[in-house]
C-alpha cells in the first residue's frame, strides 16, 4: 500500500462509481481533463469493470487519493502514456474543489515519485499544466520537476487561448 501520514493511494474500487461521477463530472476541471461532456454512471461502470488491467497492457494507472483520517477519496493521480521502453510516464492529479489546498496533491504526488522510482522502474515523469494553473505549477516544481518548454496557445479555455507549461521531473 502506498500511504504517508495524511493520504494513501488504492487501486479503484467497485464502490468508487459515485465518487467518479462527482469527480469527472466537475466542470471546473473539464478544461484540464479535455473533457468537452457529462459522462455517464454506465460509462464510469464499464471503466471500473477494466480499471484492474496491466499498466504494462494498458499504459495507464489510476489511484484514488484518500484522507487517512478517514479513508475517504478526495480525488485521483494518473499516470498514463507510460512508456516502458524509454522508462517514462505522464503524471496527472485532480482533487476534489472541496478538498484543495490540504496538501493532499503533494503527498500523492511524493508517494508517486517513489512508486515510479521504486517500483516501475522509470527513469522520468513528465506533466503539461495550464500557463493560469499557479497552484499546479507550484506543485510540480516544488516536487522537483523543471520547467521544459511551453505550447503556445495550446489550451482553448472559456476566456480564450492559454499556453501550455511542460515540466519534467528526471528520477
Same mark, same amino acid.
Given at each position: 500500500? &502506498?500511504?504517508?501520514?495524511?493520504?494513501?493511494?488504492?487501486?479503484?474500487?467497485?464502490? !468508487? &462509481?459515485?465518487?467518479?461521477?462527482a469527480?469527472?463530472?466537475?466542470?471546473? $476541471?473539464?478544461?484540464?481533463? !479535455?473533457?468537452?461532456? @457529462?459522462?455517464?454512471?454506465?460509462?464510469? =461502470?464499464?471503466?471500473?469493470? *477494466?480499471?484492474?488491467?496491466?499498466l /504494462?497492457?494498458? =499504459?495507464?494507472?489510476?489511484?484514488? $487519493?484518500?484522507?487517512?483520517? !478517514?479513508?475517504? @477519496?478526495?480525488?485521483?493521480?494518473?499516470?498514463?502514456?507510460?512508456?516502458?521502453? *524509454?522508462?517514462?510516464?505522464?503524471?496527472? $492529479?485532480?482533487?476534489?474543489?472541496?478538498?484543495?489546498? %490540504?496538501?493532499? #496533491?503533494? #503527498?500523492?504526488?511524493?508517494?508517486?515519485?517513489?512508486?515510479g %522510482? !521504486?517500483?516501475?522502474?522509470? *527513469?522520468?515523469?513528465?506533466?503539461?499544466?495550464?500557463? =493560469?494553473?499557479?497552484?499546479?505549477? %507550484?506543485?510540480? %516544481?516544488?516536487?522537483?520537476?523543471?520547467?521544459?518548454?511551453?505550447?503556445?496557445?495550446?489550451?482553448?479555455?472559456?476566456?480564450?487561448?492559454?499556453? #501550455?507549461?511542460?515540466? /519534467?521531473?528526471?528520477?
Amino acid at each position: 500500500m &502506498l500511504q504517508s501520514d495524511t493520504i494513501l493511494l488504492r487501486a479503484l474500487e467497485d464502490t !468508487d &462509481l459515485e465518487f467518479l461521477y462527482a469527480l469527472e463530472n466537475d466542470p471546473a $476541471i473539464w478544461g484540464v481533463s !479535455d473533457t468537452m461532456a @457529462p459522462i455517464s454512471r454506465y460509462t464510469l =461502470r464499464q471503466y471500473l469493470d *477494466h480499471a484492474g488491467a496491466d499498466l /504494462q497492457e494498458v =499504459r495507464q494507472l489510476r489511484l484514488v $487519493i484518500c484522507a487517512t483520517h !478517514d479513508g475517504h @477519496p478526495v480525488g485521483t493521480i494518473d499516470l498514463f502514456n507510460y512508456e516502458p521502453l *524509454h522508462q517514462r510516464a505522464g503524471v496527472g $492529479i485532480t482533487v476534489l474543489a472541496s478538498e484543495q489546498r %490540504r496538501g493532499y #496533491a503533494r #503527498a500523492a504526488l511524493a508517494l508517486l515519485l517513489q512508486y515510479g %522510482r !521504486d517500483h516501475l522502474r522509470l *527513469h522520468q515523469l513528465y506533466c503539461t499544466v495550464a500557463s =493560469r494553473n499557479e497552484a499546479s505549477a %507550484r506543485l510540480f %516544481r516544488a516536487a522537483g520537476f523543471r520547467r521544459v518548454g511551453t505550447r503556445r496557445q495550446w489550451l482553448r479555455t472559456a476566456s480564450g487561448w492559454d499556453d #501550455a507549461i511542460e515540466f /519534467q521531473c528526471l528520477l
